[in-house]
């Protein structure tokens, strides 16, 4: 009897606890609504994006090297993670094994860890300027200054590209007349046959496009598809599945 009622007086806390937090939620959520958060919340995010739109092309002008690529991993990984909050309130957060992520992070990658890697190099461009690029206009990307939430879809779409762009056709050319031991990235082979061509550009981009597309795959519709589905967390298969365009 002792142990029944020991139980029952922890249910019903466990349930008063539940309530006090419930409500607790429900007014940040009413406070965080209101125009004076939301005009705040604006205003911080207005500042934040011009200033990240000035480093940006300031950096790229004065510090091409350095200064830049530094500036460009603080301002992803912050970004990423302040969506990752976010979308975990709004059940969005398996946004984040998209190939956007993934692209950037193997950029990051070779940028800081392996940057004389030809390959990751070659992967990371195609990337950036493909399914990246055309993200920008599949998800109607757009530059505005008071949306954080906009802000970081243009870094993780737009960001790469340039960064990969500026590597490809602004530091390597420069490099190609330094020391061998003064080059910081890897030297573009030429005169390749066929076969080398056709895996450095095609093969290996395949390799990195499946294998995120079986992790993908083992997480939404294995290890976490019973979560998604009773906790009604949104993805973007089921985002793009939703799409009149897509249905039969």
Excluded at 136 to 153: E, G, L, P, Q, Y
Excluded at 200 to 220: E, H, K, P, Q, R
Aim: aromatic share 16%; net charge positive.
């Amino acid at each position: 009897m002792k142990a029944q009622k020991s139980m029952e007086n922890l249910l019903k806390r466990k349930d008063k606890l539940e309530r006090i937090l419930q409500a607790r939620r429900d007014e940040i959520k009413f406070k965080m609504s209101r125009v004076p958060m939301l005009k705040f919340v604006d205003k911080i995010a207005f500042v934040c994006g011009v200033v990240i739109s000035w480093m940006f092309a300031y950096l790229l002008g004065r510090y091409p090297r350095d200064y830049f690529l530094i500036f460009f991993t603080i301002l992803i990984i912050p970004l990423v993670f302040f969506r990752w909050i976010r979308y975990m309130g709004m059940g969005m957060h398996y946004y984040l094994i998209d190939l956007c992520y993934f692209s950037t992070a193997l950029i990051l990658y070779n940028i800081w860890l392996d940057p004389r890697n030809e390959a990751l190099l070659r992967i990371g461009f195609l990337s950036s300027h493909g399914c990246l690029a055309v993200s920008i206009m599949a998800f109607r990307n757009s530059m505005v200054f008071h949306d954080m939430d906009c802000i970081t879809s243009m870094s993780i779409h737009a960001a790469p590209m340039l960064i990969t762009h500026h590597i490809r056709w602004g530091l390597i050319p420069q490099e190609e007349s330094w020391p061998e031991d003064q080059r910081k990235f890897a030297t573009i082979s030429k005169d390749l046959t066929a076969e080398s061509y056709f895996k450095l550009m095609l093969t290996n981009s395949l390799i990195f496009y499946f294998s995120w597309l079986i992790c993908y795959a083992i997480v939404n519709f294995v290890i976490s598809y019973e979560k998604i589905q009773s906790k009604n967390y949104n993805t973007l298969y089921l985002w793009f599945s939703q799409k009149p365009y897509w249905r039969a």
